[in-house]
């Protein structure tokens, strides 16, 4: 497919998913970041309630403060922020378009692949604009999602051109930046730098990857150091957010499996008595943090082998499914669900023997994956932390298609011994 035409497949099926949104998803679900991005336009902070008092750094600043900014442009109008989510995930094609180029061109592949270039990396990005659990969540929630999404691949593309023939310190700069506002967006999108080390271990050495690594997250922490200041002014938080403390604890509850829901279906706060709400609503932001964390370390302390076999859980539920996904969405879209566990099973296993053909030249793509899911799997894990690295699999697993298929179509023309 040629790029004009991918462009214009794109942009299609953009259209086509806002039609989509506005014909027959009349309701859409407003998260707390789009909450807080009201009350950024209504008071000038962005704040939102938690547990009976005001919590001012609960959420990352780069998603609500594109949702105010549209609000401010348009009007509190939530269900015309979809059109923003599908902006940004049009702006995420064109990115995994650039990423996927740059990947291709470092995988380690029979000459005879590589003239299937355009054809993989036009695959690449078709699946991301067909995915059907990305599409469905960017169109009826006001989540940072699709934002999350697209800072990881932009990060990524950058760590590609850091550590390309035309490496240098420009390169670095941009790289920092992207990097910055990521961590800015959602901070275990700073994974992202794993393959950076990766690649410039492997061409550079220990020292250059110390240096170059160093001057890259002195970069990015310089952009984020202004929230960081006003999240301790404001709350006396050190970090990009509060509520870390209450991930840990929603993800060792012992009646959950990991996710924000219990076993019973019931949500992960119905475990909270009257007491602990009450004692809650009389803690301040940090002190509400240093709650969730002595909870945390008794259920951790009482029985550490559960909590041992409660994140292999959650490992299981992000590389696979947890039972009872989709509980919480409409019976039409959970009929649905087989269908992207069918096209989800089937990108995974051709990710998997992609390592056969592509070996440890593709390490650089599953460092991504695989470190996302294993530090995610800390906090809590639903479906949608391992949908943002779904598109990375696909474009492993269409690496061999083109070229498996054009041997296909020569044996069946030829015959197998003229085929060789």
């Not at 015309?80 to 470092?106: P, T």
Request: some cysteine.
């Amino acid at each position: 497919m040629k790029a004009r035409g991918l462009w214009l497949f794109v942009a299609g099926v953009t259209l086509l998913k806002g039609a989509v949104a506005l014909l027959f998803f009349r309701d859409v679900r407003i998260w707390e970041d789009a909450e807080a991005a009201v009350n950024l336009l209504k008071t000038g902070t962005l704040s939102y309630p938690s547990y009976g008092v005001i919590d001012h750094t609960g959420q990352f600043p780069m998603y609500a403060g594109l949702v105010a900014l549209f609000y401010a442009v348009f009007g509190l109008h939530p269900r015309a922020v979809i059109g923003l989510n599908l902006l940004l995930g049009a702006a995420s094609a064109w990115v995994l378009y650039l990423l996927f180029q740059q990947a291709f061109d470092r995988l380690e592949m029979p000459e005879s692949w590589r003239r299937h270039r355009d054809a993989v990396v036009a695959m690449g990005v078709c699946a991301f604009a067909l995915h059907p659990a990305i599409s469905y969540y960017a169109i009826i929630n006001l989540h940072p999602f699709p934002l999350d999404a697209l800072m990881l691949y932009v990060t990524l593309l950058y760590v590609y051109r850091a550590t390309g023939d035309a490496a240098g310190s420009r390169p670095d700069v941009a790289l920092g930046v992207s990097l910055g506002l990521a961590l800015l967006t959602r901070t275990t999108l700073g994974v992202a730098m794993i393959p950076f080390i990766v690649m410039t271990q492997r061409s550079a050495g220990l020292l250059a990857t110390a240096r170059r690594s160093a001057v890259v997250i002195g970069i990015a922490l310089a952009v984020g150091t202004p929230w960081l200041i006003r999240n301790y002014e404001a709350d006396h938080i050190v970090g990009y957010k509060s509520g870390a403390a209450e991930f840990l604890w929603r993800g060792a509850l012992p009646t959950s499996d990991g996710g924000g829901t219990l076993t019973n279906g019931a949500p992960y706060q119905s475990v909270l008595t009257d007491t602990d709400l009450g004692e809650l609503a009389h803690l301040d932001v940090r002190g509400q943090d240093h709650w969730f964390m002595k909870r945390y370390t008794d259920e951790v302390r009482e029985d550490p082998l559960r909590t041992l076999g409660l994140y292999g859980r959650k490992l299981e539920n992000f590389f696979w499914f947890r039972n009872g996904i989709g509980s919480d969405y409409e019976s039409s879209a959970r009929r649905w669900l087989p269908v992207y566990e069918l096209m989800y099973a089937a990108v995974l296993c051709g990710a998997l023997l992609s390592l056969v053909w592509l070996g440890r030249s593709s390490f650089p793509l599953w460092s991504v994956i695989v470190s996302l899911g294993f530090l995610q799997s800390i906090f809590y894990v639903e479906t949608r932390h391992r949908m943002i690295i779904e598109p990375l699999l696909a474009f492993l697993a269409t690496v061999p298609v083109p070229a498996a298929f054009e041997r296909g179509r020569e044996w069946l023309r030829v015959g197998p011994d003229a085929s060789g």
